[in-house]
């Protein structure tokens, strides 16, 4: 059991890190005077994924949008965009594709997105959806339905649109689904081979034993200034605090980059920019210096790890003639020999802790540089250190942050199978999903394949594809509904997967706004967004520091629906046991939040009263309309990733085949890929500066934006402040511009055989020479000819897969050209309703 005295003095340590007093139940509220009606005027809190919020409200209309919380000194901008949520860009009615309408048996798919739009009532727009998805069914199976919905739908627990969906397609009949996602699709599948677990999203060493014990801070391939402005609940907004000490504090820090990203600068740290993609030849260099100069720690290898040796053949050349030595390195890397050396020696010699990002894994053979990561760090012997070896998440919702003892709010499931007989609903199968849990890597689907493969699924219906050590056959999808994500943006080589999105017979979408994907839709359902509906969430995705009332700030726009009540609706039409059974037995949105509000409550009083931070019952806690903040635990504060793994490798044995880190994986020679070997493994990309041309000089790398969240807060104005010219600015380096003839401030066309699109140059030493840098998110916007007037830069990346393995997106590889744009500048449309629409 924790020592009191320890619990608190830990606790007041943290002191340093803002926190909020916990909630106190000093006056109870009757539960016969909680609401859940609307305030006119007033404040409201809420949650988003940039953090919680409090709203002013006046008149019933958001007039102020501010943080609920100053955890650090930095701002974060996108907190103070709510109103634009509401009231911009909105889709306020149902709408249907005309042909569709007319014919849905014969709708015209290659129309879409160039037709016009027909208003129609909900009533019919609801009947419409349950009609033809029935019709799917019958008549080509439940394989010919997918149902879509990626990621960073809203921060609510309950209102998740993404499981509604599955929930929805599940009772009426099954669907086809995806696994795995943009963000770390080689990563999460190489890591529970090589380290027993996806890694990505794990708890990493406490931030605080790294302040404490670490000498060194490395940075590779991530910008946390800027990503850590976002979570995937909700940011507690610590990450960004802890940072703040770390630049006060003696540790060196070094930033591993094509650019100078804005946490390089705030740091002020030492800058190296290798050429993109040679992450793994860079490492490669390293590992043999530390041979060479003998600076490897065997013990840890002859007892942590399994297959250095043969690692070892392959870094001197005995299976290819090739010495991957440190001239090797320097020449595919760009980075000097000098440099490799002495980055090897700073990380043996020092207490080194590696903060990857995902972007590097982002990449053609997007499995190996994570993979070469760890064997790096197992070759320096640090990893379970308080200070040194490797984290994947210090960039991602706030990795590091110590960990609450606190209750953890549940959330909506996708529920159970519906077994139909003869068009009659029989009842609902086992559960085959858990509440809560890892929501982004749950599959509710009969069957599923990568998620990034589903332009090529939907191109090319019964190819198979290995995948993973199996084979995966494409269905024939024919229905695709989606909620609560935009594909059409999201997605790699936008003109060919805006062809695949041309051949289904049906595509619905739930939508706010009149994204790309919804004017890419036959029926488009317009949706609430979280500020016009009740919910609960929790911020911090590792530190559960808070419990988040997230109470409807304002009146639905137009005739907009929660997506639990849309697909309640549709169950209707399907009959009262299929509303039934989605709804169980009628619940409402605020019967599941109480749910899961009074769940959480049960396991802070299961902590006992010495430990357990006070929560009030559910009626006072959303009267006060108020966060509940929980206690870090003494573990928490003092936590090492994989501590107790060195500790005890046989008692505390790593979910691979050998219960250690596996440098060499049997499992993965025996799948005998070409594009994935059973070691580290530099491969040479597709496209890379190694074979650049005249006709794309330019690597282009598409980070994740500062000022967004992918595509949300796109049509905010927010973007009056980093927009050039109205187009999504790009890094250019300030030698290449010169020789291209191109200023700050001006309109550039980049362009390769894959599409053209037009953006803002930035001029800037920040970006290495012949690299680019055109931030993803922005809103697909082609003109008459193709051209992209926005700047949504996967209209130029390439949609093949990082490896049979994983099956992950490449969008940071890929070549372009750059010139600067002649002639008149076409006005914007991506955030305009479509003609029909109002």
Known sequence: MLDRRKFLKVGAALTAIPLIPSISAAKSVEATKVSFGLIKNGEVITAAHWGALKLTIKNGKIVKSEPWEKATNMDNPLQHYTADMVYKSRVKYPYVRK??????????????????????????????????????????????????????????????????????????????????????????????????????????????????????????????????????????????????????????????????????????????????????????????????KNKVNYDFLDNYTTGFDKFKDYIDGKEDGVKKDVKWASKISGISEKTIRELAETFYDNPTMIMSGWGMQRAHYGEQPHWMLVTLASMIGQIGTKGGGFGLSYHYSNGGVPTCKSGVIGGINAGSLGIWENGKFKGLAKSNQAAGGAEWLQNAASASFPVARIADALLNPGKTIDHNGGKITYPDIDFIYWAGGNPLVHHQDTNNNVKAWRKPRTIVVNEIYWTPTAKMADIVMPATSSYERDDITMTGDYSNMNIVPMKQAVEPVGESRDDYVIFSDICKVYGKDVFNAYTENGKKAKDFIKEYYNSALKQTQSFGEVFATPMPNFEEFWAKNEPITFDVTAESYEWTRFLEFIEDPILNALGTESGLIEIYSETIKNYNYDDCKAHPTWFEPIEWLGNATKEAPFHLLTNHPKDRLHSQLCHTNLRDTYAVKDREPILINTKDAKKLGIKNGDVVRVFNKRGEVLAGAVVTDDIMQGVARLCEGAWYDPNENGLCKCGNANVLTMDIPTSKLANGNISHTGLVNIEKFKGDLPALSAFDAPKGAN
Not at 145 to 154: D, E, Q, T
Not at 172 to 188: I, N, R
Not at 246 to 263: A, E, G, Q, W, Y
């Open 99 to 292: 042909s569709y309408l007319e014919d849905p048996d014969n709708p015209k798919p290659e129309l879409r997105g160039k037709e016009e739009f027909v208003r129609v009532s909900y009533d019919e727009a609801i009947k419409l959806i349950a009609k033809e998805l029935k019709k799917t069914r019958d008549t080509k199976g439940t394989s010919a339905v997918f149902g879509g919905s990626y990621g960073w739908k809203s921060s609510g627990n309950m209102q998740n649109a993404r499981i509604l969906l599955h929930r929805f397609l599940n009772v009426t009949g099954g669907f086809v689904g995806s696994t795995g996602d943009y963000s770390t699709g080689a990563s999460q599948v190489i890591m529970p081979y090589v380290v027993g677990s996806i890694e990505v999203y794990e708890q990493q060493t406490s931030w605080e034993n790294i302040l404490g014990n670490s000498k060194y801070v490395v940075i590779w391939g991530a910008d946390p200034i800027s990503t850590l402005r976002i979570a995937w609940t909700s940011s507690d907004q610590r990450g960004l605090a802890y940072f703040e000490k770390l630049k006060k504090s003696k540790i060196k820090v070094i930033c591993i980059d094509p650019v100078r990203t804005d946490t390089a600068k705030f740091l002020n740290a030492k800058w190296i920019s290798p050429r993109p993609n040679t992450d793994v030849a860079l490492m490669i260099g390293m590992a043999s210096h530390l041979i060479a």
